[in-house]
């Protein structure tokens, strides 16, 4: 089992919906939980991080945390073309690195 | 602020040929991490250095690879001999503490690399 699974897509949205991405990991006692975006041939970027259960927004994006059932997601509102990218999730055990999942593709469609 | 710069962003060497991949930190960050990304395996870290020193090379996958790091603002990662299976694109990345605060790691633009 991977320490930190996603879907690799490409999960299909139309403009303007909202974009659903999730992410499992195995290791109870992780700490932290980060977003990445990243853009084809370019270098990941940090958009969300979340420490607590529940919701946390900025913006466009909602990160959701359950600890309890290990896992952590995504939502992206009124999606846009421009958000069509590679998400890495990334979960950190309360050391200094981060475990990286393969990520998920999304696709806004006009 | 530059950012995190790395060279050569683009090499094509051949098999059994030695690799030098370049990394400048961010000034005034104290961490950095190497990492290595595949379509297969994803993003995967490969070795990281606190104020110089490496902390944790787990990552680094056989001793055909080395790093080091001689100052605050340079690091290396060496392959050598090359193979063909080594062919990714290889990421540095630098912040300023560790991850179990809501520090940022930013990452450098990769070096892609194709043996052949």
């Known amino acids: 089992q991977k320490e930190v699974e996603q879907n690799s897509g490409p999960l299909s949205v139309p403009e303007g919906a909202i974009a ?74 309360n050391t200094d690195k981060l475990i990286f999942g393969t990520g998920t593709r999304l696709q806004v469609f006009p | 602020d530059a950012g995190v710069i790395q060279s050569p962003r683009h090499e094509v060497t051949e098999m059994g040929q030695e690799v030098t991949l370049r990394c400048k930190p961010i000034s005034g960050h104290d961490y950095l991490f190497w990492y290595r ?19 944790d090379d787990s990552g680094m996958p056989e001793d055909r690879f080395s790093a080091k790091m001689p100052n605050a603002s340079f690091s290396t990662l060496k392959i050598q001999p090359s193979e063909p299976r080594d062919s990714a694109v290889y990421f540095c990345a630098s912040s300023t503490t560790g991850l179990g605060s809501t520090d940022t790691q930013y990452f450098g633009p990769g070096t892609r690399l194709t043996v052949l």
């Open chain 2, 37 to 55: 990304q595949t379509m297969m395996r994803g993003l995967e870290l490969l070795i990281y250095f606190n104020n110089n020193v490496p902390i």
């Open chain 1, 20 to 93: 659903s991405l999730n992410c499992t990991y195995s290791d109870r006692g992780s700490q932290s939980f980060f977003w990445y975006r990243q853009y084809s041939g370019k270098s990941p970027e940090l958009i969300m991080s979340i420490y607590s259960n529940g919701d946390k927004e900025d913006g466009r994006f909602t990160a959701q945390l359950n600890k309890a059932s290990q896992y952590v997601s995504l939502l992206i509102r009124d999606s846009q073309p421009s958000d069509s990218a590679t998400y890495l999730c990334a979960v950190n055990k």
